[in-house]
């Protein structure tokens, strides 16, 4: 126990350096070549955070544990709301500026209930994997296409103020951001590891583990990404992160894993887990769509989410050990 123990503690401290030196690798790079710092929170951030997801829910696949995988997807979605964008609006309230978000909130409602409508049968076949990729490859290119023609997604003088007149050297930032990339994701492995065997010595279920845990442990890059990134300023990094990576959980790493390996899905998953996760996107997008002006989430909001956070995961884990 003592070792997961310190595996753990080492694992945060890492984890919330690499996020500050990731960020600002990021806003640099997206200033030198002129990226809207929405797209670098879809892509670049929204990517390199999940790559946690992708790799534990690929190997849980490949080694018969499918229901870690599928808990650890969704789970991290519910996390990206509930958890990340409700503490992180508790320290400062989130602005949220860019009409880029009036188009890409709609197709994380739709990813949503895409997703539910797949789990409802009980199963996730090697087909609906595809579809799954084959609609994440589409919005990737989307989302390229889009974001290189709104360069002007922020209003005059506000990329210069958020991201400074000349930032850092362009190599010194590509450094930071891929180093500090590497440590997210080796720092969040760490953590999933340790907590892993954590959760083991209390003998929990593997869909419950993948739900709380390891959901929890790949979600903390994430986490500490959006929390500096509102520290800095970067709203739209921020929001767009969560957004990117609940896309790229949804269709990309369920995708991967069902393709590995088809699986039946526990009926909870979707009359439980769907529900909340569904829930909260519709909470996302009523508050960040901002029908009387620029979208705001508020302190109170992200407590009310964050509270949702700590009664599914208390749920969750009180229903383990009973």
């Given at each position: 126990?003592?070792?997961?123990?310190?595996?753990?503690?080492?694992?945060?401290?890492?984890?919330?350096?690499?996020?500050?030196?990731?960020v600002?690798?990021?806003?640099?790079?997206?200033s030198?070549?002129?990226?809207?710092?929405?797209?670098?929170?879809?892509?670049?951030i929204?990517?390199?955070?999940?790559?946690?997801?992708?790799?534990?829910?690929?190997?849980?696949?490949?080694?018969?544990?499918?229901?870690?995988?599928?808990?650890?997807?969704y789970?991290?979605?519910?996390?990206?709301?509930?958890?990340?964008?409700?503490?992180?609006?508790?320290?400062?309230?989130?602005?949220?500026?860019?009409?880029?978000?009036?188009?890409?909130?709609?197709?994380?409602?739709?990813?949503?209930?895409?997703?539910?409508?797949?789990?409802?049968?009980?199963?996730?076949?090697?087909?609906?994997?595809?579809?799954?990729?084959?609609?994440?490859?589409?919005l990737?290119?989307?989302?390229?296409?889009?974001?290189?023609?709104?360069?002007?997604?922020?209003?005059?003088?506000?990329?210069e103020?958020?991201?400074?007149?000349?930032?850092?050297?362009?190599?010194?930032?590509?450094?930071?951001?891929?180093?500090?990339?590497?440590?997210?994701?080796?720092?969040?492995?760490?953590?999933?590891?340790?907590?892993?065997?954590?959760?083991?010595?209390?003998?929990?279920?593997?869909?419950?583990?993948?739900?709380?845990?390891?959901?929890?442990?790949?979600?903390?890059?994430?986490?500490?990404?959006?929390?500096?990134?509102?520290?800095?300023?970067?709203?739209?990094?921020?929001?767009?992160?969560?957004?990117?990576?609940?896309?790229?959980?949804?269709?990309?790493?369920?995708?991967?894993?069902?393709?590995?390996?088809?699986?039946?899905?526990?009926?909870?998953?979707f009359?439980?887990?769907?529900?909340?996760?569904?829930?909260?996107?519709?909470?996302?997008?009523?508050?960040?769509?901002?029908?009387?002006?620029?979208?705001?989430?508020?302190?109170?909001?992200?407590?009310a989410?964050?509270?949702?956070?700590?009664?599914?995961?208390?749920?969750?884990?009180?229903?383990?050990?009973?």
């Amino acid at each position: 126990m003592i070792l997961p123990l310190l595996s753990f503690l080492f694992g945060i401290i890492v984890l919330v350096w690499s996020a500050d030196r990731f960020v600002a690798g990021s806003a640099s790079t997206a200033s030198h070549f002129g990226m809207p710092r929405l797209l670098v929170g879809m892509l670049v951030i929204g990517f390199g955070t999940s790559a946690p997801e992708m790799v534990v829910s690929a190997l849980a696949a490949s080694s018969g544990n499918t229901e870690i995988g599928l808990g650890n997807a969704y789970g991290s979605n519910i996390a990206n709301i509930a958890l990340i964008l409700g503490l992180t609006a508790l320290i400062h309230p989130i602005a949220v500026h860019s009409g880029v978000l009036r188009k890409e909130l709609p197709i994380l409602a739709v990813v949503t209930a895409l997703a539910a409508y797949q789990v409802w049968d009980g199963r996730l076949t090697r087909l609906e994997a595809i579809l799954l990729l084959v609609a994440f490859a589409g919005l990737l290119a989307w989302s390229i296409h889009k974001g290189l023609r709104h360069r002007a997604d922020a209003p005059p003088g506000h990329t210069e103020r958020e991201l400074g007149a000349g930032g850092m050297p362009i190599a010194r930032a590509l450094f930071w951001l891929a180093l500090g990339l590497i440590l997210l994701v080796a720092s969040s492995r760490v953590l999933v590891w340790s907590a892993v065997e954590i959760a083991k010595l209390l003998e929990v279920s593997d869909l419950v583990i993948g739900l709380t845990i390891v959901a929890l442990g790949t979600s903390l890059p994430e986490l500490a990404s959006t929390v500096v990134a509102v520290r800095r300023g970067e709203h739209d990094i921020a929001v767009g992160n969560v957004l990117g990576s609940n896309l790229f959980n949804t269709l990309l790493v369920v995708g991967i894993a069902v393709a590995i390996e088809p699986t039946v899905v526990p009926p909870e998953i979707f009359s439980r887990d769907m529900v909340v996760m569904g829930a909260l996107t519709l909470a996302l997008f009523v508050v960040c769509f901002g029908f009387q002006g620029p979208g705001r989430v508020q302190r109170f909001e992200g407590a009310a989410l964050l509270s949702v956070f700590l009664v599914y995961n208390t749920y969750l884990v009180s229903g383990a050990v009973s």
